[in-house]
């Protein structure tokens, strides 16, 4: 199966009332991991590689100062991955573009074999962000592409992406915005945060989906509405990597049972970092708990040392740059470098196989259109006739 645009999956989310996981993925391992564990459920698949990451799969470890040719490299290598191992997959699987930060962002990633965009003009001016997304709509809408927006800020960090405060979504701006955009999908902002210290208890202000949901049905406008921020950031994980040495504060998630009510209230895509960074990592510091002789690995013993250089940390990507042909190809020199890959795919799979369960997309593939890119081009040529 070829991949497929994210409208297709968000028309049958709207349609069937379920929320989708979108799971981010920051090496080969992960894309491996993730499309088999959606197969397992019967669940489609969104993938998602955010801006900074297809620097990261470019090769750039200090992936903050990624260039736009880090970003292509890496965007090819990212798509080689999830091409390979959903081609022939039984589900749809759909490879999105994380917070992109600009135009030439999205049409790298385009051009390297994403199939949907995320575009983050939510620091702008109202006006400012519907030109800007208006702009990416058009160019990616004739390629078949599918494109996310964002109208409002949440607080938080996550790569490159800062607040200190939030600002909620104003839901009859978000009708304008879907009106004069015609953007597929837009990131609200109702109570998340990015990162993982989101404070204790979070009450998700859930009547803004409500809202914004009921004034698109009432204007007969198709829109998809994600919540991005959404990691729930296990309480058993943080402390399993305390437990190891690492010394992780004020790490709080969104509760699923917000999430869930959420999902209810008309959010079909929730995104979701945190939480296999921290199972990913947790795995690591259990690995070499276990395997002391492996801490002096020439080929591993990097990854230990920054491990325990670094216990404030939980990014895997901090602890991989010692494998990063592995990270970026999914090459396995060694039975070291198997053990650790071994580590990334496990993590994966238990937060995501959690997820699609809690979220309720399980079972939920044979709902989603097989659309190609050139079939969308079409369908989103006669929309605007």
């Known amino acids: 199966m070829t991949l ?115 575009i983050d003009g939510s620091s702008l001016a109202f006006d400012e962000n519907v030109e800007l997304t208006r702009e990416v709509v058009k160019y990616a809408h004739a390629r078949g592409v599918s494109v996310e927006g964002e109208l409002g800020v949440l607080a938080g960090v996550e790569d490159h992406v800062f607040s200190e405060g939030s600002t ?20 609200i902002s109702y109570g998340t945060m990015h990162g993982a210290s989101k404070g204790k208890d979070v009450k998700l202000r859930k009547e803004i989906a409500v809202a914004i949901r009921e004034c698109l049905n009432h204007e007969g406008i198709f829109g998809a509405l994600v919540s991005h ?85 939980f990014d895997p990507r901090v602890f991989l740059t010692p494998i990063m042909d592995t990270v970026m190809t999914g090459v396995i020199p060694d039975e070291d470098t198997a053990a650790i890959t071994d580590c990334i795919e496990r993590g994966v799979k238990e937060v995501v196989g959690t997820l699609i369960v809690q979220f309720g997309s399980y079972g939920k593939a044979p709902l989603v259109e097989q659309v190609s890119l050139e079939e969308m081009a079409e369908r989103y040529k006669k929309m605007q006739i």
Not at 29 to 42: D, L, S, T, Y
Not at 65 to 94: F, H, M, W
């Open 4 to 118: 497929i645009p994210l409208r297709p999956l968000m028309e049958a989310s709207v349609k069937h009332g379920f929320a989708q996981g979108a799971f981010n993925v920051n090496a080969v391992a992960q894309a491996k991991a993730a499309i088999g564990v959606h197969e397992m459920f019967r669940s489609a698949a969104i993938l998602q590689g955010a801006d900074l990451a297809n620097g990261f799969m470019g090769g750039r470890c200090d992936f903050m100062n990624a260039t736009l040719e880090d970003k292509k490299k890496g965007a090819k290598n990212i798509a080689r991955a999830v091409k390979k191992y959903g081609e022939d997959s039984p589900i749809p699987i759909v490879l999105h573009l994380d917070h992109g930060r600009d135009f030439d962002s999205c049409a790298v990633a385009i051009a390297g074999g994403y199939t949907t965009v995320m």
């Open 168 to 187: 909620y979504t104003n839901p009859l701006k978000a009708v304008e915005f879907f009106r004069k955009t015609g953007v597929d999908a837009l990131a």
């Open 229 to 313: 921020g959404s990691s729930t950031v296990p309480e058993y994980i943080v402390n399993e990597i305390n437990g190891l040495g690492g010394t992780l504060t004020g790490a709080y998630g969104i509760a699923i049972h917000e999430l869930q009510a959420a999902a209810r209230c008309g959010i079909n895509k929730i995104n979701v970092d945190t939480d296999i960074r921290l199972a990913v990592t947790r795995n690591m510091k259990e690995f070499f708990a276990g395997n002391p002789d492996k801490r002096s690995s020439s080929s591993i013993g990097g990854i230990y040392e920054l491990l325990e250089s670094k216990r404030e940390q």
